[in-house]
């Protein structure tokens, strides 16, 4: 089950179907009941010993209450992707209005902000789980001049680099919890020492780490699959 977001009806009509295959002996990777159950942003709420600080909320005073606190965030949406309608807003942004009304739609739809990682800089790591275990390279996602998203499709710069002592605590943890979810396949977002989001619908990145560290990603899948299938 890969495709690309946003996780709308059709997507979960999607599961519901590949379910029903489920129940008459097909075998789906990732499970359909997982990807419903594990929404990309809202899923590292289970593991907050791990992420920075966040609130998750379609009403406005909430989100200026979070601002006044932290002073520097990011506010997204729940089911973008390619960092579609991710804004960073500092307290004395002059749009901070248009740009919560935006987001949250005003006030119909269901927001996420977190503190802003200075990280960043230094890029957005794609941590890649594979059947619990994690790839030995993540990618860091580097954003172009000017930018604060780091995602390829936003123009940031993919460069391969071996997991940090972070990056293996949080993929030791949260890994044998996903594959016990039936989450065969899993792209952890890291930002500096932070989880910032768990992609289970399309996770990518698979061809930019095997080109730049000759690690064969898409074999230790394969491998992977061939055993779950055991």
């Given at each position: 089950m890969r495709k690309d977001p946003p996780f709308?009806?059709?997507y979960v009509y999607s599961t519901y179907l590949l379910e029903l295959a489920e129940s008459q002996g097909a075998r789906v990777?990732?499970?359909p009941r997982a990807i419903?159950?594990?929404?990309?942003?809202?899923a590292i709420a289970r593991f907050p010993q791990f992420t920075p600080p966040t609130v998750v909320t379609r009403r406005e005073p909430l989100i200026r209450e979070f601002l006044a606190e932290h002073r520097d965030v990011i506010l997204k949406p729940l089911d973008g992707m390619g960092g579609a309608s991710v804004f960073r807003v500092?307290?004395?942004?002059?749009?901070?209005?248009?740009?919560?009304?935006?987001v949250t739609h005003f006030g119909r739809r269901t927001s996420m902000a977190q503190r802003y990682i200075p990280e960043i800089?230094?890029?957005?790591?794609?941590?890649?789980?594979?059947?619990?275990?994690?790839?030995?390279?993540?990618?860091?996602?580097i954003p172009k001049p000017g930018e604060t998203?780091?995602?390829?499709?936003?123009?940031?710069?993919?460069?391969?680099?071996?997991?940090?002592?972070?990056?293996?605590?949080?993929?030791?943890?949260?890994?044998?919890?996903?594959?016990k979810e039936g989450l065969l396949l899993v792209g952890l977002d890291v930002i500096g020492d932070w989880l910032t989001e768990i992609n289970v619908t399309s996770p990518t990145c698979f061809q930019e780490i095997t080109e730049q560290t000759g690690f064969n990603v898409?074999?230790?899948?394969?491998?992977?699959?061939q055993q779950a299938l055991r």
């Open positions: 709308d009806m059709e990777f990732n499970r419903r159950d594990w929404n990309e942003k809202m500092r307290q004395d942004d002059p749009n901070v209005n248009v740009i919560i009304e935006t800089r230094d890029g957005d790591k794609r941590v890649l789980l594979i059947a619990g275990r994690a790839v030995p390279h993540s990618l860091a996602r998203r780091g995602n390829l499709a936003a123009g940031g710069t993919g460069v391969a680099r071996a997991l940090t002592q972070r990056d293996r605590e949080i993929a030791d943890a949260l890994g044998p919890v996903l594959v898409a074999g230790m899948f394969m491998d992977a699959l």
